[in-house]
């Protein structure tokens, strides 16, 4: 069967049952807005040095704006606001970025904020992987993910994603050094379950 033509400008909704993935738009910013200000999140992405850093941390609108507008647009890297029907807000995003053509590949990550541990993560990641491998005919995504964030390996696991290596000392935290491991999947081994 041919695979099918990967464009990244086509951007289109994901509907699961627990959230919708939606391309973002300039109205989810002041969503997004608040939601970045989350310490945990700021560490665990790596955005940060340490906890006090984090806790200060804030993006203005006038940032988040202009990095939406262009993400809203790109032709490298789709961007959707996870939406969680319980509550019926925006409550993180799921990306796919760094598409290489040539290679049919890209990168891929994620942030919930608040709403963790109640499964939005795994269907969000599902999602997206069922839309590179599926709807856009990609062969591989990659992501990284800090060695003190063993519950995103975990469900980057259980969607499929396999351990290729160590980025030794990739992060500096806390005044010492956080390992990157990086993970990919291969459309030969997604399974859509
Ligand atoms: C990583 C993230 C997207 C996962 O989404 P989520 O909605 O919280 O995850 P889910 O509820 O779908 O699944 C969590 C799983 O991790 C497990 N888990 C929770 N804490 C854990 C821990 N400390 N160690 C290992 N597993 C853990 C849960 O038991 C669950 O697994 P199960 O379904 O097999 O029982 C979300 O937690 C997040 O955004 N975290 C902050 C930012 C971040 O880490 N982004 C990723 C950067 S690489």
């Given at each position: 069967?041919?695979?099918?033509?990967?464009d990244?400008?086509?951007?289109?909704?994901?509907?699961?049952?627990?959230?919708?993935?939606?391309?973002?738009?300039?109205?989810?910013?002041?969503?997004?807005h608040?939601?970045?200000?989350?310490?945990e999140?700021a560490?665990?992405?790596g955005?940060?040095h340490?906890?006090?850093?984090?806790?200060?941390?804030?993006?203005?609108?006038?940032e988040?704006?202009?990095?939406?507008?262009?993400?809203a647009?790109?032709?490298?890297?789709?961007v959707?606001?996870?939406v969680?029907?319980?509550?019926?807000?925006?409550?993180?995003?799921?990306?796919?970025?760094?598409l290489d053509?040539?290679?049919?590949s890209?990168g891929?990550?994620?942030?919930?904020?608040?709403?963790r541990n109640?499964g939005?993560?795994?269907?969000?990641?599902r999602?997206t992987?069922r839309?590179?491998?599926?709807?856009?005919?990609?062969?591989?995504?990659?992501?990284?993910?800090?060695?003190?964030?063993?519950?995103a390996?975990?469900?980057?696991?259980?969607?499929?994603?396999?351990?290729?290596?160590?980025?030794?000392?990739?992060?500096?935290y806390e005044?010492?050094?956080?390992d990157?491991?990086?993970?990919?999947?291969?459309?030969?081994?997604?399974?859509?379950?």
């Open positions: 069967m041919k695979a099918p033509t990967i990244f400008s086509r951007k289109c909704s994901l509907p699961g049952s627990l959230v919708t993935l939606r391309p973002v738009t300039m109205a989810d910013v002041s969503a997004l608040a939601a970045l200000r989350d310490t999140l560490v665990l992405t955005s940060v340490d906890r006090t850093e984090a806790r200060h941390k804030e993006w203005s609108m006038a988040l704006e202009d990095i939406y507008r262009r993400w647009v790109a032709e490298d890297r789709i959707w606001a996870i969680d029907h319980d509550s019926g807000e925006v409550v993180g995003e799921s990306v796919l970025n760094d053509l040539g290679n049919r890209c891929f990550r994620i942030w919930i904020s608040g709403a109640k939005l993560g795994t269907e969000a990641t999602l992987m839309h590179a491998f599926a709807d856009q005919g990609l062969n591989r995504v990659e992501l990284e993910v800090y060695d003190f964030n063993p519950r390996r975990h469900v980057y696991e259980k969607v499929g994603f396999v351990h290729e290596g160590v980025k030794r000392q990739a992060l500096r005044g010492g050094w956080i990157a491991h990086v993970m990919s999947i291969l459309a030969c081994e997604w399974a859509d379950h």
